[in-house]
């Protein structure tokens, strides 16, 4: 076997692959996160359910055209002195795992294979796509990403540039681009700007000055605050337990969050930060919650590790109605999202010492996921992105939400050795419950619990 440094080696000085330090945004899972790196819990997975005539010769040529467009698919990691450095290569070759459910066969057992082989961070690469066939005309392919090159949004992305590329090697189709007198080429199209040089301005944008301004805020927002359990030593997997929010209470929930003149995501929050206190019995709430960091044209189309974490606190009056409580909330938020900076410096700016087996500053993770998750229809074939929660060990506590039809799925990943199976059920119901009151009234009655 060959010696991987000669042959990295190789590769620089061929201009096959170079070096760039990590993203502002990367450097959270290898400074802030209370598992290694390369532990499965940091891995993005999905499974995309395709019905009809479909080859795994014609699914591999497909991956490779997104390969050849995704600097992040071509990218791993290399030990640096003082951070990791991104090793991006030119080239690298699809592989696409085929499997033949079988009778007897556990299909989630099957995807779970895809979804928690580790990854070799140094060799690459750092994604992996499983083609499974149930029978005919109907197929799986499950896959997984590493953190470090995906966030939520890319696996929209991933999804709607797989089936464009698929298409590209069924119809034959050509892109004209850029090469001048070399006329046209068999691929997607480059995007508009590559994930190295979106981190490039990221790091020219957040000097010192910046980020100490921002630091004082969070030094006041954060200050005497705890985590909800403050445990150590839980490690393993999260485990999963999916509910719903129906549809007449989403139409319900919605319409408060217009009369009060804010948004969805802070009147779930609002109501997850009651029922958190309310279980737990404390007033103090910290919460982490992502935001996608896309707010230029130029990185939609770009599969990356963009996203942020923002820390939202919360303090509960259970002798406040929840009009009061929602406006409370509604203006932390906003405040929270406005000075929002990249979490390691954050956490640098704090002070937060990393504590193995804990994640910095808070415990419990609430999501609204709002990223595009495209269902594809093509004349023959259809195909649709079902995202997977895979049981990240880095919160204690997930409350996932996302919207299916005009209900929203609710994904909880918990701890079973600190919140059982029944607990968490209990929870679900009382967020139910919390929301339906609220909608009812703004009386602190709401708060009231008939499990």
Known sequence: MSDPRAQFKRWLES??????PVSLPQRELWENSPVPVADAANHICGVIEIKGPITHEQCEAALQRVIDRHEALRTSFLPGKERPLQMIRT?????LGYRELLAGDDLEAVMQETYRQPFDLLQGPVHRVKMIRRGANDHILAFSLHHAIADGWSLGIFVQDLCTAYVMGLTGLRKTVAVGMMGLKNSLPPVAQTYSEWAATE?????SEELERRAEFWKTHLAGSARIWDVEGLSGPLERWVSAIPADLVRSVKALAVSHGTTLFSTLLAAFQLT????TGKS?????TPVANRNKDSIRETMGYFAGVVPIRGHVDPTRNFSDHLRNVSETTLDCFANAMPFAELAAAIGEKRVTGQHSIFDVRFALQNHPVPDVVLPRISSKLRMRSTGTARFDLGCEITADGDSLEV???FRSRLLPLAEI?????????????????????FMTDSR
């Open 411 to 413: 994904v909880w990943l």
């Open 203 to 207: 790091r020219a944008f957040w000097q």
């Open 284 to 288: 103090d709430i910290l919460v982490g």
């Open 276 to 279: 958190l206190s309310k279980s």
């Open 425 to 445: 059920k209990n929870l679900d119901h009382l967020y139910r419950v919390t929301l339906a009151a609220a909608c009812r009234s703004s009386s602190p009655t």
């Open 91 to 95: 080239t690298v070759a699809a592989v």
């Open 15 to 20: 201009g096959e692959a170079r070096l760039q």
